[in-house]
């Protein structure tokens, strides 16, 4: 899923406020403005490694010459993060995106073969140009026509190979393959980790300061979840 950086929730604002704020002598600022016209990064040093990342900004050691740049994205810059994600990520509150067969019944069919992470979205049931169903719309389950579609919402539960996902009045019990594909595609930054592989383009007015236009992210990794937050132990009582 390839996204604009504003449309990200909180993700643009911070930008905005922290990173902006932070280098507006760079960015456009009146500073800015005493360095010249902005530049535009070479077309060699678009390709790097995140090195670290923090609230509206990115630390990205360049593959080409070696050097360390801070990158912000522009409000309206495109972001896109991809790659695969672990059998892990099937559980609650997991958005996800998956093209089924249903029966004249709303019964999935057959296991699927791919399974999407878009990071968030809308829940909604679409089939070929009838668009996104209603979650609220008044309609009997099984009245959909049989067919091929895709489904999208969060993961209400999940139990050994079958997902079951909630939208209005329906459930959609969705058996996943084994081998099923588990990929990313959202424009969400904050999934990515030190390592992954990062395209930018962008102008600065300072080197080592990236404002971007766009900026790719491929995971080396696959996606796993979040790891739990430890619990503090309650001390034990006393006899």
Known sequence: MVGRFGGVRGWSA????????????????????QQGEAQRLD??????????????????????????????AAPDATVEVAGTAAREMLQPKQFVQCSVELDEFGKVTQPVAKVTFPGAGTPGVVAGGL????????????????????????IKSAEEDQITILIGRDRFEIPVAADAELEVSTANIALASPGDDIELEGEYYQKGQLL????????????????????VRRPARTP
């Open 131 to 154: 668009g996104i169903a209603d979650p609220k719309a008044k309609r009997a389950p099984g009245k959909r026509p049989a067919g091929t579609y895709l489904v999208s919402g969060a």
């Open 212 to 231: 971007a236009s766009s900026i790719k992210i491929t995971l080396v990794n696959p996606l796993m979840p979040p790891q739990p937050k430890n619990k």
């Open 14 to 33: 911070i930008v905005s406020a922290l990173f902006l704020g932070m280098f507006a002598g760079f960015f456009g600022g009146p500073a800015g403005a």
């Open 43 to 72: 077309r060699g040093d678009r390709v790097g490694t995140v090195l670290q990342l923090a609230p509206g900004r990115i630390q990205v050691r360049l593959k080409n010459s070696g050097e360390t740049w801070v990158v912000a």
